[in-house]
């Protein structure tokens, strides 16, 4: 079992709709944990940075951390075109990172 | 924000030659770097983290004499694979640590051929 499971997808959604991109995991000790995005051939961009269980949101992004299920979720209010791109959670105890294997998201105009 | 720079951003080399890429932190000092690998589709996969003025620290199953890491000053470390074979193509990626979050390189595009 990886530690960390994220849906590949693809996922297509039309513009404007809410976008929901989940990942769980197995290692109660992530403490960390993050959503980045990337576009094609390009490194990854943080989105989002949430320590322990709880909400954040930022703009149209709002991450939720529930460390009782080992469950994270991102989502995307209002998607614009701009927005597809591939989407990895990140999450970590210390110094490594762990990812995701990200979901490849397309925003229909 | 900090900023990541990787160069160069795509390589093409014949096999058995030897490439260097090179990760610089523009405007911070980055005390650790990290070197992953990311096939088509899949997720990032951590190979070393160093540490400026120390040996880096490998991975499980990643070749320390194939993939030298170099981390020499604290805005810059280097990934030289050595003797590349086909295999080796890949998107090599790095990120650099300061006092506040990661942040990526662009990535590094190796065709071996």
Request: some cysteine; aromatic content about 10%; overall charge neutral.
């Amino acid at each position: 079992q990886k530690e960390v499971e994220q849906d590949p997808g693809p996922l297509s959604v039309p513009e404007g709709a809410i976008v929901s991109l989940n990942c769980t995991y197995s290692n109660s000790a992530f403490q960390y944990f993050m959503w980045y995005r990337q576009y094609s051939r390009k490194g990854p961009e943080l989105l989002m940075y949430t320590y322990s269980s709880g909400n954040k949101e930022d703009g149209r992004f709002t991450a939720q951390v529930d460390k009782s299920s080992k469950y994270i979720s991102l989502f995307i209010r209002d998607s614009q075109p701009s927005d597809s791109a591939t989407y990895l959670c990140a999450m970590s105890a210390g110094e490594k990172l762990t990812f995701g294997t990200g979901t490849r998201l397309t925003i229909i105009p | 924000g900090a900023v990541v720079s990787q160069h160069p951003s795509r390589v093409i080399c014949k096999s058995g030659t030897s490439v260097k890429i090179e990760c610089r932190s523009l405007d911070f000092q980055a005390t650790t770097m990290f070197w992953y690998r990311q096939f088509p589709k899949q997720s990032l996969m951590l190979m070393a983290t160093s540490n400026e003025g120390s040996k880096a620290t490998y991975e499980q199953g990643v070749e320390k004499d194939k993939f030298l890491i170099n981390h020499a000053s604290l805005t810059l470390s280097t990934l030289t694979v050595t003797s590349a074979h086909p295999e080796d193509s890949s998107f090599y990626i790095c990120s650099a640590r300061g006092v506040g979050e990661t942040t990526f390189g662009s990535g590094t595009r190796l065709t071996v051929v």
